[in-house]
């Protein structure tokens, strides 16, 4: 499916919930990524971001439907998801140094799972420490190791 079908499909998502937004679409082998303009980002963001994800996981099944393959879908509304992927850069960076310190386990609760993501990409190829994840849905942690 070419890129202009996503474009013309996303617009018509946010047409539809009465939201205007400009946009920007970028496509790779698995994730499409759209970048919003709009007034409208706290109620596109949603508490604790809550609704944005829900948001993505709507418009992938759209355009999973429409173009018969599945592809995850991500959506930037005002720098939101960069200022927190930098937030939990720092939140890795700060468990790390607490493991070493204690020379213990450190538990990261409460993260959702592409924000576990972020903090396992931070510290992957860190010769100190590992992380792993734990534990079944909401009850999932992260966990910084020393090595």
Not at 4 to 13: A, C, L, P, R, S
Not at 27 to 36: I, P, T
Not at 134 to 139: H, L, N, Y
């Amino acid at each position: 499916m070419a890129k202009y079908k996503y474009i013309k499909q996303i617009e018509k998502f946010f047409n539809t919930l009465g939201i205007s937004t400009g946009l920007k679409v970028t496509e790779d082998e698995d994730l499409v990524s759209v970048a919003l303009e709009t007034e409208d980002t706290g109620i596109i963001i949603g508490y604790h971001g809550e609704t944005l994800e829900a948001l993505q996981i709507v418009l992938s099944l759209i355009l999973a439907k429409a173009s018969g393959e599945f592809k995850r879908v991500s959506i930037e509304v005002g720098d939101y998801k960069k200022n927190r992927e930098e937030w939990l850069e720092k939140l890795a960076y700060d468990a790390k140094e607490k493991a070493l310190f204690n020379k213990k386990e450190v538990y990261l609760t409460d993260l959702k799972a592409w924000e576990r993501r972020v903090v396992h990409i931070a510290l992957q190829n860190d010769e100190e420490v590992s992380t792993e994840s734990s534990g079944e849905g909401k009850e999932r942690v992260l966990i910084v190791k020393p090595k």
